[in-house]
């Protein structure tokens, strides 16, 4: 498995972005992917996840209803569309895979492989 995510940019407030993440080793069959930020000079936090099924579907309160997290059809990528974006979102966005339960997709803890982020600037 190796990630790449993609789709950064720097955008002004209300605007949106899609970034996406890919596995280079292969699909996301029978994987959950997640998505995570990381600010400067702040932790990793949990952004966003959908669990292998595709249908179950999670999200930082930070986020919902701004955020969505989708899967293709076929499995090859899975995409965060970010809408009405703020200043606050700014962060480097980086997605993982893995296996979580339920108690562990919104913590890193939960997934195996992760890849290299993208940066998302939103100015004011």
């Known amino acids: 498995v190796q990630l790449q995510a993609s789709g950064g940019g720097a955008v002004q407030a209300g605007d949106s972005l899609r970034v996406s993440c890919t596995n280079s080793?292969?699909?996301?069959?029978?994987?959950?992917v997640g998505w995570f930020r990381q600010a400067p000079g702040k932790e990793r936090e949990f952004v966003a996840a959908?669990?292998?099924?595709?249908?179950?579907?999670f999200y930082a309160d930070s986020v919902k209803g701004r955020f969505t997290i989708s899967r293709e059809r076929d499995k090859s990528a899975v995409h965060l569309q970010l809408n009405n974006l703020k200043p606050e979102d700014t962060a480097v966005y980086s997605c993982?895979?893995?296996?979580?339960?339920?108690?562990?997709?919104?913590?890193?803890?939960?997934?195996?492989?992760w890849g290299q982020g993208t940066q998302v600037t939103v100015s004011s």
């Open positions: 080793g292969g699909t996301f069959n029978n994987l959950a």
């Open positions: 993982a895979a893995g296996y979580p339960i339920l108690s562990t997709v919104r913590t890193s803890a939960g997934y195996r492989y």
């Open positions: 959908i669990r292998q099924n595709g249908g179950n579907t």
